[in-house]
């Protein structure tokens, strides 16, 4: 299924139930005091923040949404039923904009809730009507229209750790080594086209679609993905440990966060110099080296492929996360 970090779907309140005319009947007379009842509540249109980041994909073809009518009263002063509610599940990180009005909300946790449109009141029935100078009134009101309207969903994901780095640099295999992902893997670029998500010790990993060169003006995979950065604790900027010029390589993705802006270059930042399997060791000091020394910032070399190495950089990473 492809990933879908964004839709538009319509989105209206149930109708209010129509309040009723109607009369007891009891032995004596064919027709008592008024006992119409009032009409049930329309169901309200909810928004409801869940643990699946591909929540949105409901919304790729399926795009018109309504809640419950409310029914209409009884007779012997019964109310009617509400009707029920409208649930629309959306990942935790979605934004929210009715079009018509402007008004943006946030989803920020799980289980949290955004009523989008409540539902139409329900009508009352004859025997509200009633009083010392009109007994029996005819009298009774219709449910109120249920609301709605467009509605936009932007998916920004949440995560503790964001990985990032040039196509190929490794991301996908380090987030499958680190986690129970299953992200797919390849040795050409771009076999990431969306966000992929793990867990570690109980901390959330993404695994961000490669950066290239323009990315923060829209080429590639551009901005559809940078925005995915904006919400993750640290970054972790992965460079393969073969590119002739490793520091090239870093500078060209941090060029792309700097334009882009948001807050991407104010976050906690480590380098980490992936695929160290295919390079001697002294070579991977020398870029280790190189690396620190011109950016300032902590380099943790690692390997899929060496499970010491890979148990070395799990329990660094573990350490940061748990102190920071």
């Not at 009141?121 to 229209?145: I, M, V, Y």
């Not at 190189?290 to 799990?314: C, I, N, Y």
């Amino acid at each position: 299924m492809a990933f879908v970090d964004e839709a538009r779907i319509q989105v209206e309140s149930g109708k209010g139930g129509d309040g009723v005319i109607r009369w007891l009947r009891t032995k004596e007379t064919a027709r008592g005091g008024p006992s119409g009842g009032d009409g049930g509540r329309g169901g309200d249109a909810v928004l409801v923040g869940v643990r699946d980041v591909a929540a949105l994909a409901r919304y790729r073809y399926e795009k018109k949404f309504k809640a419950e009518n409310g029914e209409a009263g009884k007779n012997e002063l019964k109310h009617g039923a509400n009707g029920k509610e409208l649930l629309l599940p959306v990942p935790v990180g979605t934004v929210v904009r009715v079009v018509q009005t402007g008004d943006e909300y946030e989803i920020i946790k799980e289980d949290e809730r955004i009523v989008l449109f409540r539902g139409g009141r329900g009508g009352l029935g004859n025997a509200r009507f009633k009083s010392s100078t009109n007994q029996n009134p005819f009298e009774k009101t219709d449910g109120k229209e249920g609301k709605g309207g467009d509605i936009e969903l932007r998916l920004k994901l949440i995560a503790d750790v964001g990985l990032i780095g040039l196509p190929n640099a490794g991301k996908s295999s380090l987030l499958n080594a680190l986690t129970r992902a299953k992200s797919k893997v390849g040795s050409y670029p771009f076999t990431t086209l969306g966000p992929n998500l793990g867990e570690f010790y109980g901390f959330i990993l993404a695994d961000i679609p490669g950066l290239i060169e323009g990315a923060s003006s829209g080429r590639g995979l551009g901005i559809k993905f940078l925005k995915h950065i904006e919400r993750t604790g640290i970054l972790l900027h992965l460079v393969s440990a073969d590119q002739d010029d490793p520091l090239a390589a870093y500078r060209e993705v941090h060029t792309e966060l700097t334009s882009f802006g948001h807050g991407l270059t104010s976050k906690r930042e480590i380098i980490i110099l992936s695929k160290i399997d295919l390079i001697p060791p002294e070579m991977r000091e020398t870029k280790v080296k190189l690396l620190s020394d011109t950016t300032g910032r902590e380099v943790l070399p690692v390997s899929v492929e060496d499970p010491k190495a890979l148990k070395a950089f799990a329990d660094r990473l573990s350490k940061i996360l748990n102190t920071r």
